[in-house]
Antibody, heavy 121, light 110 residues
Framework: QVQLQESGPGLVKPSQTLSLTCTVSGGSISSGRYYWGWIRQPAGQGLEWIGRIYTNGNTNYNPSLKSRVTLSVDTSKNRFSLKLRSVTASDTAVYYC?????????????WGPGTLVTVSS | QSVLTQPPSVSGAPGQRVTISCTGSSSNIGAGYDVHWYQQLPGTAPKLLVYGNNNRPSGIPDRFSGSKSGTSASLAITGLQAEDEAYYYC??????????FGGGTKLTVL
């Protein structure tokens, strides 16, 4: 069973770049049918899709975040990463990394436990 | 404002049946993209409950079932139990291949 773990700073200053990494264990990130994604959830609110990436670098982003987001994957370290530029307080949220089984219609089958990122000076 | 629309809350007594609706549009659910459902217990990550409109992952009881028609989908929970009290989210894809979520529905077991 795949396990995912987010890591990165819990506090980011406004206008700076939020950077998170997700380490995958229990399976290869290069597994053919899987995409790897990021979702976030502000406190007391619903889930928001950030984007997904395949190991060949193919990406799909939320249009509302696309101009500030970059996803990347490092197959040698079995991990993938999120960069969100020019953050503001509204980017404060729990960030989840996830695996998407795209053998079908890409449900999110495994989630990391989530990591809280606060944007504040 | 979420792309998919869910009722903010539903409730039911133990043993009863409840349904949660998820309404989209012609650019997502109506375009043929499957709907997936997730359960989120307080303080935890969401968990996949139903995928591909009406399929359950291993370990999910058959009390949970999904359906899809046109631009909408539904999650039905029968034989309500206290441990079903949680938030439920529907998810699909838009024509730009970005994922979209419903705003979430809080299920209260009375």
């Amino acid at each position: 069973q795949v396990q995912l773990q987010e890591s990165g700073p819990g506090l980011v200053k406004p206008s700076q770049t939020l950077s998170l990494t997700c380490t995958v264990s229990g399976g290869s990130i290069s597994s053919g049918r899987y995409y790897w994604g990021w979702i976030r959830q502000p406190a007391g609110q619903g889930l928001e899709w950030i984007g997904r990436i395949y190991t060949n670098g193919n990406t799909n982003y939320n249009p509302s975040l696309k101009s500030r987001v970059t996803l990347s994957v490092d197959t040698s370290k079995n991990r993938f990463s999120l960069k969100l530029r020019s953050v503001t307080a509204s980017d404060t949220a729990v960030y989840y990394c996830a695996s998407l089984d795209c053998g079908g219609d890409c449900p999110i089958d495994y989630w990391g436990p989530g990591t809280l990122v606060t944007v504040s000076s | 404002q979420s792309v998919l629309t869910q009722p903010p809350s539903v409730s039911g007594a133990p043993g009863q049946r409840v349904t949660i609706s998820c309404t989209g549009s012609s650019s997502n659910i109506g375009a043929g993209y499957d709907v997936h459902w997730y359960q989120q217990l307080p303080g935890t990550a969401p968990k996949l409950l139903v995928y591909g409109n009406n399929n359950r992952p291993s370990g999910i009881p058959d009390r949970f079932s999904g359906s899809k028609s046109g631009t909408s989908a539904s999650l039905a929970i029968t034989g309500l139990q206290a441990e079903d009290e949680a938030y439920y989210y529907c998810q699909s894809y838009d024509s730009n291949l970005s994922g979209v979520f419903g705003g979430g529905t809080k299920l209260t077991v009375l």
